[in-house]
């Protein structure tokens, strides 16, 4: 369906679980807080969700967290997010860890592609960056997920100090056929307050390496990466830049926390609670239905991070009962 802005909303990220198995310093440092369990979805709930969200025209769904693969049961639901009906495109975000075992039976059940996250290219920065020494099991996870036929892509968050790593980082796609994103630190939660290096930093980078780089129209997934190509490579770069390049009038995508909120904007706290709906008696198909499209009518025309129009369009709205 559109919202009010005329944007066509055909993806959904389902956030399965708030836990990880890594510590990443922006994202989920020592002492964050976690939901306990009978608070988040249940399988049943996100599929129910799901087949809602299929009768609006949404179609392509992307598996997340926290670490998804850390949720027992997560390739299960995989397959039987896959076999509903007008489900088009199913893909995951990991951060690579568990993947190696995992990878033949993803790739057996026709997942569409895996995200692999890794901001760093040398195990003691990994080790740095997110707490634990796994960065050998990261990277045996992306070689399996290329053996099991899977499109595979890198996201890079620029964190601050960073600009030594994006080439090695970069080089990922020189020999494999892997798209290395580049990702702006959205300034939301930690990452209010670890600002990195933005797109056109990157690319002066990468473009000492590789002179010939140069922008490609190829669609290359769901998501507004800006992707390059160049003689000696083989894979792709991505730029994802949020923040120094807003691509909020092309957004197609709305995220369900793992606790139910529907957020049509990932920037705002607020969102739709989905979790009171399934858990109130009122979590027939139709309600569902009508629920995801006030939500998706009433998406905000943009994020807010330091907007103060957006800010307060979005204050107007929520008064208005919008």
Same mark, same amino acid.
């Given at each position: 369906?559109?919202?009010?802005?005329?944007?066509?909303?055909?993806?959904?990220?389902?956030?399965?679980?708030?836990?990880?198995?890594?510590?990443?310093?922006?994202?989920?440092?020592?002492?964050?807080? %976690?939901?306990?369990? @009978?608070?988040?979805?249940?399988?049943?709930?996100?599929?129910?969700? +799901?087949?809602? !969200?299929? $009768? *609006? =025209?949404?179609?392509?769904?992307?598996?997340?967290?926290?670490?998804?693969?850390?949720?027992?049961?997560?390739?299960?639901?995989?397959?039987?997010?896959?076999? %509903?009906?007008?489900? @088009?495109?199913?893909?995951?975000?990991?951060?690579?860890?568990?993947? +190696?075992?995992? !990878?033949? $039976? *993803? =790739?057996?059940?026709?997942?569409?592609?895996?995200?692999?996250?890794?901001?760093?290219?040398?195990?003691?920065?990994?080790?740095?960056?997110?707490?634990?020494?796994?960065?050998?099991?990261?990277?045996?996870?992306?070689?399996?997920?290329?053996?099991?036929?899977?499109?595979?892509?890198?996201?890079?968050?620029?964190?601050?100090?960073?600009?030594?790593?994006?080439?090695?980082?970069?080089?990922?796609?020189?020999?494999?056929?892997?798209?290395?994103?580049?990702?702006?630190?959205?300034?939301?939660?930690?990452?209010?307050?670890?600002?990195?290096?933005?797109?056109?930093?990157?690319?002066?980078?990468?473009?000492?390496?590789?002179?010939?780089?140069?922008?490609?129209?190829?669609?290359?997934?769901?998501?507004?990466?800006?992707?390059?190509?160049?003689?000696?490579?083989?894979?792709?770069?991505?730029?994802?830049?949020?923040?120094?390049?807003?691509?909020?009038?092309?957004?197609?995508?709305?995220?369900?926390?793992?606790?139910?909120?529907?957020?049509?904007?990932?920037?705002?706290?607020?969102?739709?609670?989905?979790?009171?709906?399934?858990?109130?008696?009122?979590?027939?198909?139709?309600?569902?239905?009508?629920?995801?499209?006030?939500?998706?009518?009433?998406?905000?025309?943009?994020?807010?991070?330091?907007?103060?129009?957006?800010?307060?369009?979005?204050?107007?709205?929520?008064?208005?009962?919008?």
């Amino acid at each position: 369906m559109k919202d009010r802005f005329g944007r066509g909303i055909d993806y959904i990220r389902f956030s399965i679980t708030d836990r990880c198995n890594l510590r990443c310093r922006y994202c989920m440092p020592e002492g964050v807080g %976690l939901e306990r369990h @009978e608070n988040l979805l249940t399988y049943e709930e996100f599929l129910q969700v +799901a087949a809602a !969200a299929v $009768r *609006l =025209g949404i179609t392509r769904f992307k598996v997340t967290g926290g670490e998804p693969l850390a949720r027992r049961g997560c390739i299960e639901f995989i397959a039987r997010l896959k076999s %509903l009906p007008g489900v @088009e495109q199913v893909t995951l975000t990991t951060n690579g860890v568990l993947l +190696a075992p995992l !990878a033949p $039976r *993803l =790739g057996a059940l026709g997942l569409d592609g895996v995200n692999i996250s890794l901001d760093a290219a040398d195990p003691a920065d990994f080790t740095a960056i997110t707490g634990f020494d796994q960065y050998a099991r990261v990277l045996e996870g992306l070689e399996a997920s290329l053996a099991a036929g899977l499109k595979t892509k890198l996201n890079c968050v620029l964190l601050p100090g960073c600009e030594g790593r994006v080439l090695t980082l970069a080089r990922f796609a020189q020999d494999r056929p892997v798209d290395v994103r580049f990702i702006e630190v959205m300034p939301i939660g930690e990452g209010a307050r670890t600002p990195g290096p933005d797109r056109d930093a990157v690319l002066h980078i990468l473009k000492e390496r590789w002179p010939d780089l140069h922008p490609v129209e190829e669609i290359r997934g769901n998501g507004p990466a800006h992707y390059y190509a160049a003689g000696g490579l083989t894979g792709r770069i991505g730029l994802i830049d949020a923040v120094s390049h807003k691509f909020c009038e092309r957004c197609n995508r709305v995220r369900l926390t793992s606790t139910g909120l529907l957020k049509p904007c990932l920037c705002y706290g607020e969102g739709t609670d989905l979790r009171a709906l399934l858990r109130g008696g009122k979590n027939d198909l139709d309600t569902l239905t009508e629920a995801l499209q006030q939500a998706i009518w009433n998406k905000p025309r943009a994020h807010c991070f330091d907007d103060a129009a957006a800010i307060t369009e979005q204050k107007k709205m929520s008064e208005i009962g919008g």
